[in-house]
């Protein structure tokens, strides 16, 4: 079914169920399926959709984008970059006479400064930045988290891996992905207390999720986050 609001249409199903009430549900390639009691009529399925038609268009929009895949990054004012789980524009300065070139996140925007106005210059000081910032957070999230745990970590390391979001060895050496800092602070939890409970549990067992599980209740939604996000935490 279509149904067209302040211009724009939205294609969904209808599936009617033994429910008490109606709810929305959008998968992962951006189909939206409406689920709702028998019986219920079609001016209140209408009334959800558009009560809720700016959330349905903006995840529509960002599951598009996931499935087109990650654009290559334009380093000029008003490009976006993620930061603890939103998004903010950059503003870049050149500055020849500054130390290292080098970014602060001020009112809402990632001020770049660089000695001279070159791609990479700008993006090796993005790296940089999250480099400083995941090592930073990390180290806050480990410190609120010790308290669950009777052994620490013997290391901390920030890495540049495309497969891992974080390791622990056999010496309970952490390392983790500088990309985290691009994620809400709740999901870097998340992923630095799993690596933690490897300090107990070296396997994926029951032991171990059930560690994770007390500690982050609602870490599946952490991986949620981390699987339909990974594709934009880029520089």
Not at 12 to 18: G, N, S, T, V
Not at 61 to 68: A, G, L, V
Not at 131 to 145: F, G, T
Not at 198 to 211: A, E, G, I, K, Y
Request: hydrophobic share 35%.
């Amino acid at each position: 079914m279509i149904h067209t609001y302040l211009g724009e249409e939205i294609n969904f199903d209808i599936k009617y169920k033994k429910r008490a009430s109606i709810s929305i549900y959008i998968d992962l390639y951006g189909n939206v399926e409406v689920q709702a009691p028998k019986g219920t009529s079609s001016g209140s399925i209408h009334q959800l959709l558009e009560a809720n038609w700016d959330s349905i268009q903006q995840k529509l929009k960002e599951m598009k984008e996931r499935i087109q895949g990650p654009q290559e990054k334009v380093y000029e004012y008003g490009e976006t970059f993620l930061y603890l789980g939103n998004t903010f524009p950059i503003q870049i300065s050149e500055d020849v006479n500054i130390r290292q070139d080098h970014v602060t996140f001020e009112n809402e925007k990632l001020h770049i400064y660089v000695k001279q106005l070159e791609d990479d210059k700008i993006k090796q000081a993005l790296k940089r930045f999250y480099y400083q910032q995941c090592k930073a957070l990390v180290e806050k999230s480990i410190q609120s988290y010790q308290r669950n745990f009777k052994v620490k970590p013997t290391s901390i390391r920030i890495s540049d891996s495309n497969r891992n979001w974080g390791t622990c060895d056999s010496n309970r050496q952490l390392t983790f992905n500088w990309k985290l800092a691009m994620a809400p602070q709740k999901v870097i939890d998340y992923v630095v207390v799993h690596e933690m409970c490897h300090m107990v549990h070296m396997n994926h067992d029951r032991s171990f999720w059930r560690l994770v599980g007390k500690i982050i209740p609602d870490y599946k939604e952490k991986e949620k986050w981390l699987a339909l996000s990974s594709w934009k935490m880029t520089v």
